[in-house]
């Protein structure tokens, strides 16, 4: 079904969004920093990247820009998921190159409907 690599420096929310995706039979690759994410994508491209804003080092919003603004990362889809849920964090995200922008706590249904519709983009 794919691979989604979780951004998320919260063990927490990155064990939550983990579990959502293993029980809807999706791969889950995860990343507590930017940088560890960054690294993984260099090894192996995931499908779709979930990425939390407040990271430490880089902002989510940074490596979002970073990830669309370079050839080979450019089309790798990705949802921006974070507790900073107003219309101008939502309206930023999107500015960024995000490819969906859920608030936290996340919708669990919402979650796996937007995961999957990218997937199948």
């Known amino acids: 079904m794919g691979t989604v690599l979780v951004v998320e420096d919260s063990l927490t929310d990155r064990q939550i969004l983990a579990s959502y995706l293993e029980q809807a039979g999706i791969q889950v690759a995860t ?5 560890e994410a960054l690294e993984k994508i260099s090894q192996q491209q995931p499908d779709v990247i979930v990425l939390d804003v407040v990271l430490p080092g880089r902002s989510g919003f940074e ?7 370079q050839e080979q990362t450019s089309k790798i889809p990705i949802i921006i ?6 219309e101008m964090d ?5 500015k960024q190159g995000a490819d969906a922008y859920l608030p936290k706590p996340v919708d669990q249904e919402e979650f796996l409907r937007t995961v999957k519709k990218l997937l199948a983009a």
């Open 63 to 69: 490596i979002c820009r970073d990830l669309k603004g």
């Open 81 to 86: 998921c974070s507790t900073k849920g107003t």
């Open 31 to 35: 990343a507590a920093s930017g940088e």
């Open 90 to 94: 939502r309206f930023w995200g999107m």
